[in-house]
């Protein structure tokens, strides 16, 4: 059997499976977590000072969440909506919602976390009762097939755009922005949402909406990114509102400054990856949620982490790995692809499991990831013949709610940043900047150069 380390507050229940890692091995971590003045970090952090030394900026997304990101409420009359002013003062936001209300259709440009954050925010809160029956399309780009394929099910006068990029200056979404200006014809139906207010004047919108440089599109769900989830897609006077989802972010943010058992759970969470990966060679990480409302987390939380901590090592650090390989999906459906190797195969992995307990669709599944989590813990051999033994040999974090709601979706991401940033300070790296993906940037344009 392996080693049960528990957590529970009242929004998640967490047990960390695992044969190896010892509150010794927690011990030493801490110790070194304290020479590294990780209290301290985090309160800079929270703070919004100067975290991301590679380019003297703050990371303001904890201060996004604490004012409850950009918009508090809608009002809705049997006829019309209209955004609370008091809560909403950004006029190009306002002046765009009412230019939607003749729409039917909501086409997102972006790519990263400006396609990540929104579309988990609407597959996984956007139910019952909303705003209107828009429909949302998420474009990613650089291939115009996508784009095309999408636009030529719809009428331009009933669809409008949301253009996100942080820089305005991503290929993917410049060029799909180009096509689509060209299908619509009509520039008072977009809205361009950046941190580069200049570079999106270039292209005439009407309707420009501006957040800190200081946020990171991995981090930027709690900014205006999510305009199209928060504003077109999460229900009114409901627990599924963006409040609710800033909130439970929020809390997460006081638990890491003033919660003891808190602090220790991410802890856990940060150090066990670190020393797995750099003393049991599992550098690989599987991600499985068992809700089909959160079957883009993985997806959301690969980037979150594999941008962030995936950096060279410090010169200064022991730990020479840094950032483990995440992949991952919907549970049920990855038990019949890559599950085989999870308990037969010779790879060397991780897992973190992540449950509702409480949905009435969902029994099966519950299950179902219950039953995963203790064969890739402990494997099995009883009522099996040989060939079919299990090998129990995977480190298991599972995570468990009692039915999922915006405040608890957001109290989970934060608590998933807070555990990259404490890897961060452990390993001694950067966990805001991405320089890896700007050189793709460059080189791109480097090669398009020659070609032409």
């Given amino acids: 059997m392996p080693k049960t380390y528990t957590y529970e507050d009242n929004i998640l229940r967490y047990e960390f499976l695992n044969n190896d890692f010892t509150e010794d091995l927690y011990k030493e971590f801490d110790h070194k977590a304290t ?4 209290n301290l970090k985090i309160d800079d952090l929270l703070s919004g000072k100067v975290v991301n030394l590679t380019e003297n900026q703050a990371a303001f997304h904890p201060k996004y969440r604490k004012n409850k990101g950009f918009i508090r409420e809608f009002i809705k009359s049997d006829t019309d909506f209209a955004p609370d002013v008091e809560g909403l003062k950004d006029e190009a936001l306002i002046n765009f919602m009412y230019e939607a209300q003749s729409a039917e259709n909501i086409v997102s440009l972006g790519i990263g976390g400006s396609y990540e954050g929104p579309k988990l925010l609407i597959e996984s809160l956007g139910h019952g009762e909303v705003l209107s029956e828009w429909k949302h399309y998420f474009i990613t780009g650089s291939d115009r097939i996508e784009l095309d394929e999408t636009l030529k099910k719809l009428n331009p006068k009933k669809t409008v755009f ?65 305009y199209a989830a928060a504003c077109f897609a999460m229900p009114v006077n409901h627990e599924n509102t963006f409040d609710n989802f800033c909130l439970g972010g929020s809390i997460a943010d006081s638990y890491i400054s003033d919660n003891e058992d808190y602090q220790k759970f991410v802890k856990m969470l940060a150090f066990s990856d670190i020393w797995f990966h750099n003393f049991k060679e599992k550098n690989t990480r599987a991600i499985l949620c068992y809700d089909w409302k959160l079957r883009s987390l993985p997806n ?48 060397n992995i991780c897992a973190d499991i992540i449950l509702n307990k409480d949905n009435e669709y969902n029994g099966l599944a519950y299950s179902q990831g219950v039953t995963q989590a203790r064969l890739l813990s402990e494997g ?26 915006a405040k608890k979706l957001g109290f989970l991401i934060a608590t998933w940043e807070h555990r990259v940033f404490i ?11 991405q320089f890896g993906v700007n050189a793709g ?10 070609e032409d």
Avoid at 170 to 199: C, P, Q, V, Y
Avoid at 426 to 433: M, S, T, V
Avoid at 441 to 450: L, S, V
């Fill in 35 to 38: 020479e590294l003045g990780l």
């Fill in 162 to 226: 949301i253009v996100s990029s942080k820089s305005f200056t991503t290929d993917e979404t410049i060029e799909s922005l180009k096509d689509a200006i060209h299908w619509s014809g009509d520039m008072n139906r977009f809205i361009a949402i950046t941190a580069n207010k200049k570079e999106a004047q270039k292209f005439n919108f009407k309707h420009i909406s501006q957040f800190d440089n200081e946020i990171g599109g991995r981090y930027s769900i709690w900014s205006r990114i999510s």
């Fill in 300 to 347: 959301y939380f690969q980037q979150l982490e594999m941008e962030s901590l995936g950096k060279r090592p410090s010169k200064n650090s022991e730990f020479k790995k840094t950032g483990q390989i995440i992949f991952g999906g919907y549970g049920p459906t990855a038990q019949h692809s890559y599950f085989q190797l999870l308990h037969q195969g010779t790879q």
């Fill in 380 to 405: 099995a051999s009883n009522l099996l013949k040989k060939e079919e033994t299990i090998n129990g040999n995977v480190p298991v974090n599972l995570f468990i709610f009692d039915g999922i709601d």
């Fill in 423 to 433: 890897s961060s300070v452990i390993l001694q790296i950067n966990p805001f900047d």
């Fill in 441 to 450: 940037k460059i080189y791109t344009k480097k090669y398009q150069i020659k």
